[in-house]
């Protein structure tokens, strides 16, 4: 273990750089946020509190999510849960949540950092913390109550409990808002009954965000976020865990309702408007997302430039050669622009806190970019490894099966490009 945890750092560090040696809470005192996108006491962080996170980051997954934990988990196709109370002890399953439940209140370029160096090291576990820390615990952050929050956030942000998001169906993934899985209102609460598929972190979960119709016949203006407590849970079901092409180890599943109940208290935000939590809950994750192809093309730099400047053919290294240096520079290009993209948006969000600007085009933006760039950079670090590349013994192959998930996952890219071009229409109309 290091000897200080990010969580002191973070706190330590912080309430002295911006208050010259007072510490926040009383710098803060009087002020009041109109936010509703960050903890009431956030304050961005500086670019040395950003890299001093990046390196404590670097230090656990050097740790505790070495190269031969990676492999194993894909291979396996096994989450190694043991993990959870190390990322809790450690604060990154609370970068956006609130002091006071456990959080780091570091915001979303920091919950950008922690994404992205923990992809770097392993696809698959760094898409399971995003589906807890971004899609369980920020939406619980943003919509919860202050008794959901003083329930549920403590438990997820230390690692005891595990928290999924399921809107997906069967027949309701593009178009979510399809879905048939029912809410019926009955004495206490609500009944529910349908299916969730491709859920991450599914299998595990004892806290998961399930959207559901409370106007059957209501498309958008019917759907309501429910709070589903998995351990007493009678009639929820996880039909199976499934078996993918990448992201192995990562636990997906199909998760089936017969009557369950739901009380009253576990509604999320207001009722019959799920619709708004899911979308505006879907940008911050497009942003958030957005860092884990970054993270994977680090990974394929990682693996191919050493490499193809040790590898020797025709008496000297790979690298040497001019069609080889071409795809290293291109790939650190699509790198960086990518990384400028996403770090600029999650600037925006941050600095604009007391009146947040989250502009629906730059998160889907930022996350079709990199997402696409990502699987290029993988298959190229594949073919610049050659037949090494080919083997699973080294990462890149892994990589690739990684990166195509973004392309699917969180919108495919023809839904971000659908979703961009929308905000434009909507932007033009109003003029
Ligand atoms: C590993 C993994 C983890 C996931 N985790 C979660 C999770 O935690 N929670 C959750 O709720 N969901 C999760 N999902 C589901 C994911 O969000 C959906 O798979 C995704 O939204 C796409 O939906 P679909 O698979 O039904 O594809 P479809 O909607 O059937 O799309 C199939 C193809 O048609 C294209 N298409 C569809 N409509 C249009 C259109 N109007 N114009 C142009 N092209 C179109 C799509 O872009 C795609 O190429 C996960 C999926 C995977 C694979």
Redesign the pocket.
């Known amino acids: 273990m290091a000897s200080i945890t990010p969580r002191i750092f973070a706190r330590s560090a912080r309430q002295v750089c911006r208050s010259g040696g007072i510490p926040r809470a009383a710098f803060v005192q009087g002020r009041r946020y109109a936010s509703t996108k960050h903890p009431k006491d956030f304050e961005p962080p500086t670019q040395s509190d950003l890299d001093e996170l990046r390196e404590r980051v670097q230090e656990f997954t050097r740790r505790e999510i070495p190269q031969e934990l990676a492999q194993k988990t894909d291979q396996i196709n096994e989450f190694p849960n043991d993990i959870w109370p190390k990322l809790g002890e450690a604060g990154f399953l609370g970068i956006t949540a609130d002091e006071e439940y456990g959080g780091l209140a570091m915001g979303y370029q920091a919950h950008c950092v922690v994404m992205e160096e923990m992809s770097r090291a392993s696809g698959s576990i760094a898409l399971s913390y995003a589906?807890h820390s971004q899609?369980c615990v920020n939406q619980l952050m943003l919509n919860g109550s202050p008794e959901q929050k003083a329930k549920f956030l403590p438990g997820l942000i230390s690692g005891q409990q595990i928290g999924?998001?399921?809107?997906?169906e069967h027949s309701a993934?593009?178009?979510v808002v399809s879905m048939k899985t029912t809410a019926k209102e009955v004495d206490g609460g609500y009944l529910l009954n349908g299916s969730k598929m491709?859920?991450?972190n599914g299998p595990d979960a004892h806290t998961i965000i399930v959207y559901a119709k409370t106007i059957p016949d209501g498309a958008s203006k019917g759907i309501t976020a429910f709070i589903l407590e998995t351990a007493d849970a009678k009639g929820f079901s996880i039909v199976s865990k499934l078996d993918?092409l990448g992201?192995r180890g990562s636990n997906?599943g199909e998760l089936a309702f017969d009557n369950v109940f739901v009380p009253s208290s576990n509604v999320l935000g207001p009722l019959n408007k799920g619709v708004r939590v899911l979308m505006e809950g879907l940008d911050l994750e497009r942003l958030v997302l957005s860092a884990g192809p970054l993270g994977l093309m680090q990974a394929s730099l990682d693996a191919a430039l050493p490499y193809t400047h040790q590898r020797r053919q025709f008496g000297a290294p790979i690298a040497t050669n001019q069609l080889v240096q071409g795809k290293l520079a291109d790939m650190y290009t699509k790198y960086r622009a990518s990384a400028a993209f996403t770090y600029a948006v999650a600037r925006a969000v941050d600095e604009s806190h007391e009146n947040p600007e989250i502009r629906t085009q730059d998160c889907a933006g930022a996350i079709l970019y990199a997402a696409e760039r990502a699987s290029e950079v993988a298959a190229d670090a594949v073919q610049l490894m050659g037949g090494m590349g080919y083997m699973n013994e080294v990462p890149v192959g892994r990589i690739l099966r990684d990166a195509k998930?973004y392309e699917?996952?969180?919108?495919?890219s023809?839904?971000r490009r659908?979703v961009i071009g929308r905000a434009f229409n909507k932007e033009f109309a109003e003029r």
């Open positions: 589906a899609l999924a998001l399921a809107m997906s993934g593009s178009d491709w859920i991450t993918k992201m997906t998930l699917i996952g969180a919108g495919t023809e839904v659908m």
